[in-house]
Structures are given as structure tokens and as C-alpha cells.
């Protein structure tokens, strides 16, 4: 049988109830961080919709205060007569 080390009995112990309101939720992350590492939450949020309708699918993404850390690069190939024109296509895209 696999044993649960101190630290997380520990910060367990401070987690009452099955679900929390957002501020509150924020705090208790904050307050069980123990850690050597930059930790991650996930969340779970229910939209009761049905995805088998058209009019109510969902499909977005979201951009990231800092980005990823990864730069951008696009391959084009086109002639020399083109190239100015792909350039400012790239730049119109991607601000």
C-alpha cells in the first residue's frame, strides 16, 4: 500500500468541503503550496449545454497573460515577387 507523506496529510487536512466559491478557492491554493516547484490548479467548470446541438458548441482559446515562451516562426514559400506581400500579411495576422 502506497503511503501519504506528512506534508500532504498536512495540507489535506486543510481542505474542508468538496467545491469552493472563486476568492475563496484562490486563497486555499495559495495557503497549501508547499512545494520546491511553480504548482498549477486545474478547472473544472459545468456549462450544461449539449454538445450534440449546433447552436451550442464551444470552442475558444485562451491567451496567456505571458504567452508560452515559444517565438513564433512561419515558413512561406512563394517567389521574390511575393515576399513583401507575405510579410505584411504575417504582421496584420499576428497584431
Given at each position: 500500500m502506497k503511503t501519504i507523506s506528512k506534508r500532504l496529510t498536512l495540507e489535506r487536512s486543510k481542505v474542508k468541503q468538496a467545491s469552493?466559491?472563486?476568492p475563496s478557492a484562490i486563497k486555499l491554493v495559495k495557503s497549501t503550496t508547499s512545494a520546491k516547484?511553480?504548482?498549477?490548479?486545474e478547472a473544472h467548470i459545468s456549462l450544461f449545454i449539449d454538445p450534440k446541438y449546433a447552436d451550442q458548441q464551444l470552442r475558444t482559446t485562451v491567451v496567456l497573460?505571458?504567452?508560452?515562451?515559444?517565438s513564433?516562426?512561419?515558413g512561406v514559400l512563394c517567389g521574390s515577387d511575393k515576399v513583401a506581400e507575405a510579410e505584411k500579411s504575417w504582421?496584420?495576422?499576428?497584431?
Open positions: 469552493y466559491d472563486l516547484f511553480d504548482e498549477s490548479i497573460p505571458n504567452g508560452t515562451g515559444k513564433l516562426r512561419i504582421r496584420r495576422s499576428c497584431w
